[in-house]
């Protein structure tokens, strides 16, 4: 109980004797007055336990969750169903209080958690090599830009602007700070154009950056494009749904260097956006240029296998400026949750995840299309994801979905002016044939 009890004024006293203060108002005297606060706050009077309890439960019904809502929104963020054992796993005592293994004698479950993860994900890209994970996929997008430039070391990237707008955002503020060049390529019936690509590529580029599915839903030619890269001896760069990889060809056998992504759809909540993890894979060759932690796998003393961090030339082992990289923790609690759902669903399980995505989402794609007068706004091929042509103002139509616990598609033109009207779609596993119909019904009533 000592956590709810506070200072009392003769300890206060002592501490401010230990340091050389008279008073309390002494550990402020670098504030100007003028910014002090010195009124009471504006709160409500106090509550007893059970009554504050009350209160907070009933602001709480005021939001809107996924557990009364039909959601059809992704761009970036998906509604997948989450095994209920990964909650029960990753809340044991030696996973949520874990922090950093450094001490491999004592963090041999930790660091195998770890490996098992890094194996998956490489199976999942087509890689050599992964890392332990990342903060999450914008941020893995922007280290995979600083490896390929230090790599090449040229200081010029090109990315689609197919890709995640926030992600783009992300990339740029790390090259600003790098003196880094980003140039966008445009796309063309929501793909990556080539011929633009094949025009802006030269001598001092260090890497093409797509993503696959994009942020559309579209599938890339991610081997015309790897071919481009490399005959200009550029790296390719891919951030990838892992989702989709369970069906796709996987990147790096399609000429992707690097495979980067998102890893919120394995296991992990939408949870206000976060927290999520990235995943990060590389070709060997790569390997020790790699940013954030790497575990692998060795022998002890007595010929048992063990695990360990390797290939560690991070900044908290090295001087900061001849460092690899400055990320040198990880999302392992996250990473965790994803293994953990891999391990569950196995081989099989995630491609019938993925089919069941691509089958729902071409199902209601077709539906909106018949029953709702809806036009798809690309013809290129996509896997969970699609863009519509909106008949009436889609804000209004999400409006209009959510009296009816329905979220809405993403309304692109926040992102992409050019795209008026444009209603992007998201369809997971979850999502019955009931709910799709649902959706088809209200939105054909609201034209008529």
């Known amino acids: 109980m000592s956590r709810y009890i506070s200072n009392t004024s003769e300890q206060q006293k002592e501490m401010l004797k230990e340091i050389g203060l008279a008073?309390?108002?002494?550990?402020?005297?670098?504030?100007?007055?003028?910014?002090?606060?010195?009124?009471?706050?504006?709160?409500?009077?106090?509550?007893?336990?059970m009554e504050l309890l009350s209160y907070l439960k009933n602001l709480a019904k005021k939001n809107r969750s996924l557990e009364e809502n039909i959601c059809?929104?992704?761009?970036?963020?998906?509604?997948?169903?989450?095994?209920?054992?990964?909650?029960?796993?990753?809340?044991?005592?030696?996973?949520?209080?874990?922090?950093?293994?450094?001490?491999?004698?004592?963090?041999?479950?930790?660091l195998q958690a770890i490996f098992e993860f890094q194996t998956m994900m490489c199976e999942l890209t087509g890689l050599d090599v992964s890392n332990a994970s990342m903060y999450d996929g914008a941020s893995a997008l922007a280290e995979a830009m600083l490896m390929a430039c230090q790599t090449t070391r040229r200081q010029e990237v090109l990315v689609a602007r197919s890709v995640h707008p926030e992600s783009r955002e992300v990339v740029r503020t790390y090259a600003n700070a790098r003196g880094i060049t980003v140039r966008e390529i445009g796309y063309t019936d929501g793909t990556l154009n080539l011929k633009e690509l094949e025009e802006a590529i030269g001598s001092q580029t260090a890497a093409?950056?797509?993503?696959?599915?994009?942020?559309?839903?579209?599938?890339?030619?991610l081997q015309?494009?790897?071919?481009?890269?490399?005959?200009?001896?550029?790296?390719?760069?891919?951030?990838?749904?892992?989702?989709?990889?369970?069906?796709?060809?996987?990147?790096?056998?399609?000429?992707?260097?690097?495979?980067?992504g998102e890893g919120q759809a394995l296991g992990n909540s939408p949870s206000f956006g976060g927290p999520h993890f990235g995943y990060f894979c590389a070709t060997e060759k790569?390997?020790?240029?790699?940013?954030?932690?790497?575990?692998?796998q060795t022998k002890d003393k007595n010929g048992k296998r063990a695990f360990t961090l390797t290939i560690q030339a991070r900044e908290q082992h090295i001087r900061r400026e001849k460092a690899t990289s400055n990320i040198c923790s990880n999302h392992a609690l996250n990473a965790l949750a994803a293994t953990i759902y891999l391990t569950l669903l196995g081989k099989q399980g995630l491609r019938e995840v993925a089919y069941l995505c691509a089958q729902k989402a071409h199902y209601t794609c077709e539906?909106?299309?018949?029953?709702?007068?809806?036009?798809?706004?690309?013809?290129?091929?996509?896997?969970?994801?699609?863009?519509?042509?909106?008949?009436v103002p889609a804000t209004e139509l999400n409006k209009k979905l959510l009296e009816h616990n329905i979220i809405g598609g993403y309304i692109l033109e926040r992102d992409y002016p050019e795209l008026k009207n444009a209603w992007m779609i998201a369809v997971t596993e979850k999502r019955t044939?009931?709910?799709?119909?649902?959706?088809?019904?209200?939105?054909g009533g609201m034209q008529r």
Do not use: W
């Open 208 to 221: 093409v950056m797509v993503q696959n599915p994009n942020f559309f839903g579209t599938l890339e030619s």
């Open 224 to 260: 015309q494009i790897a071919e481009i890269a490399h005959a200009h001896k550029a790296l390719f760069i891919v951030s990838a749904d892992p989702i989709a990889l369970a069906i796709l060809e996987p990147p790096g056998k399609l000429g992707a260097d690097i495979v980067v």
């Open 286 to 296: 790569l390997l020790r240029k790699m940013p954030g932690r790497i575990v692998g």
């Open 72 to 110: 059809f929104l992704g761009a970036g963020v998906y509604d997948h169903y989450i095994p209920t054992v990964i909650d029960s796993l990753i809340s044991r005592q030696e996973f949520y209080t874990a922090y950093t293994p450094y001490q491999p004698e004592i963090s041999q479950g930790t």
């Open 23 to 49: 008073k309390l108002e002494d550990l402020f005297q670098d504030i100007p007055e003028q910014v002090r606060f010195k009124r009471d706050y504006n709160l409500p009077a106090p509550l007893s336990e």
């Open 433 to 443: 044939k009931q709910e799709i119909d649902r959706l088809v019904e209200l939105v």
């Open 367 to 391: 539906q909106l299309q018949k029953q709702a007068g809806f036009k798809p706004l690309f013809t290129a091929p996509f896997f969970k994801e699609f863009v519509l042509t909106c008949p």
